[in-house]
């Protein structure tokens, strides 16, 4: 069964910790992205990966930081230089065709409680 | 950075009342495409618009790429319960997609 796994569906941490996302692929994608969305508000980009061992800060990466080892993985982990790191955090994948800009094929997102 | 405009941000509508969504973008766009996202979801791809003034329908839904390829919109014809959601467009600007705010459809009780 393909699509993207993204664990856990919701997440509570103390205040100052790191925590890391979990964003799983099997679709074969190149190309693989995080997703900030608040309360009411539309996505933005945090960051973005085209191929293994390459990615690239999106508009609001200050706070994060990514990996991308394997094809299939994208983690991403909130660090305590976050100010607000309270939202739902989406990963989402694309083909990466080489042409225009792809359809982009979500997770069911990681809810993120900070107390 | 480039931006698209989305609007309305909320449209409250009875069921079975009309809905549209518009998005512009500054900058012409390689295509567009519209998501729905239900309450508590995830994002969901529902079509690509790529040529210019194309027009493409799904049941109820009809979306339109202008001709200049600076702007969209999404109409949904006689609301039902399930249109409810916020509803995306995307911009395609080389390998991205610009993202607008979204339009969230509220049916009235």
């Known amino acids: 069964d393909g699509g993207i796994t993204q664990s856990p569906k919701y997440l509570f941490r103390k205040e100052g910790q790191n925590v890391t996302l979990s964003c799983e692929q099997n679709?074969?994608?190149?190309?693989m992205y995080w997703y900030r969305q608040d309360p009411g508000q539309g996505l933005r980009l945090i960051y973005y990966?085209?191929?293994?061992?390459?990615?690239q800060k999106g508009d609001i990466a200050e706070g994060y930081s990514v990996s991308r080892e394997k094809k299939e993985s994208f983690p991403l982990t909130v660090t305590s230089a976050q100010k607000n790191p309270t939202a739902f955090y989406l990963c989402?994948?694309?083909?990466?065709?080489?042409?225009?800009?792809?359809?982009?094929?979500f997770g069911p997102g990681t809810r993120l409680t900070v107390l | 950075g480039q931006q698209v405009m989305q609007i309305p941000q909320y449209q409250h509508v009875q069921e079975g009342e009309d809905f549209t969504t518009y998005c512009n973008s500054s900058t012409t766009l390689s295509n567009i495409q519209w998501y729905k996202q239900r309450p508590g979801g995830h994002p969901v791809f529902l079509i690509q618009l790529v040529k210019s003034g194309e027009v493409k329908k799904q049941k109820r839904l009809t979306f339109q790429f202008g001709e200049a390829k600076k702007n969209s919109s999404l109409h949904i014809t006689a609301t039902q319960t399930t249109d409810v959601g916020t509803y995306f467009c995307a911009g395609g600007l080389g390998y991205q997609l610009i993202w607008g705010a979204g339009t969230k459809l509220i049916i009235k009780p």
């Open positions: 679709l074969n994608h190149d190309a």
């Open positions: 989402a994948s694309s083909i990466r065709s080489g042409g225009a800009a792809d359809t982009q094929y």
């Open positions: 990966s085209q191929i293994v061992n390459d990615f």
